[in-house]
T-cell receptor, first 112, second 111 residues
Framework: DGGITQSPKYLFRKEGQNVTLSCEQNLNHDAMYWYRQDPGQGLRLIYY???????QKGDIAEGYSVSREKKESFPLTVTSAQKNPTAFYLC???????????FGPGTRLTVL | GQNIDQPTEMTATEGAIVQINCTYQ??????LFWYQQHAGEAPTFLSYNVLDGLEEKGRFSSFLSRSKGYSYLLLKELQMKDSASYLCAVRGPSGTYKYIFGTGTRLKVLA
């Protein structure tokens, strides 16, 4: 089955620790995205990548980092510099001419 | 600037019709998308408009007017399971992959 996987579904970390969220897709999509969603709010773009070894900052990139070494994978690291990291994180992918983005199931990060 | 506006909340009755509006001001336009998101879950794709007019998919229809920067999602024969947030998103100019999302409209369907 083709799709996007994110792991883990729930993640707890202590304040000051870096944490990496996994995102893998087997849809052969060129573009991948990371969004953050806070309660009652829409999606805010953190980073996106249109091609391997290239990525661009979104609207709220501060305190986050990404890599795109393989077409299938786009991990997100939430660093200790991110002031309010507790949120629901969504990964997505799309094609060049595709009609939509496809979303993974999300990772809910709680920083204690 | 780039801005997408949707009502925050709407309430409707089971079996009724509801229209959720979305207005946008973006630098470049290459399609407008509607997603449904149930609480705690990922968004799922509902509809896509790139040309003016109405697109119909079963109980869901979406309309676009590019000159007015306006779209709506029409849900017919509302069911309790339609209670969810509905997100409007605009894809940036051709050649970019960037999508801009509105804050979403939370729809409550009452029995």
């Amino acid at each position: 089955d083709g799709g996007i996987t994110q792991s883990p579904k729930y993640l707890f970390r202590k304040e000051g620790q870096n944490v990496t969220l996994s995102c893998e897709q087997n849809l052969n999509h060129d573009a991948m995205y990371w969004y953050r969603q806070d309660p009652g709010q829409g999606l805010r773009l953190i980073y996106y990548s249109q091609i391997v070894n290239d990525f661009q900052k979104g609207d709220i990139a501060e305190g986050y980092s990404v890599s795109r070494e393989k077409k299938e994978s786009f991990p997100l690291t939430v660093t200790s510099a991110q002031k309010n990291p507790t949120a629901f994180y969504l990964c997505a992918s799309s094609t060049w001419v595709g009609e939509t983005q496809y979303f993974g199931p999300g990772t809910r990060l709680t920083v204690l | 600037g780039q801005n997408i506006d949707q009502p925050t909340e709407m309430t409707a009755t089971e079996g009724a019709i509801v229209q959720i509006n979305c207005t946008y001001q973006t630098s470049g336009f290459n399609g407008l998308f509607w997603y449904q998101q149930h609480a705690g879950e990922a968004p799922t794709f509902l509809s896509y408009n790139v040309l003016d007019g109405l697109e119909e998919k079963g109980r869901f229809s979406s309309f676009l007017s590019r000159s007015k920067g306006y779209s709506y999602l029409l849900l017919k024969e509302l069911q309790m399971k339609d209670s969810a947030s509905y997100l409007c998103a605009v894809r940036g100019p051709s050649g970019t992959y960037k999508y801009i999302f509105g804050t979403g409209t939370r729809l409550k369907v009452l029995a």
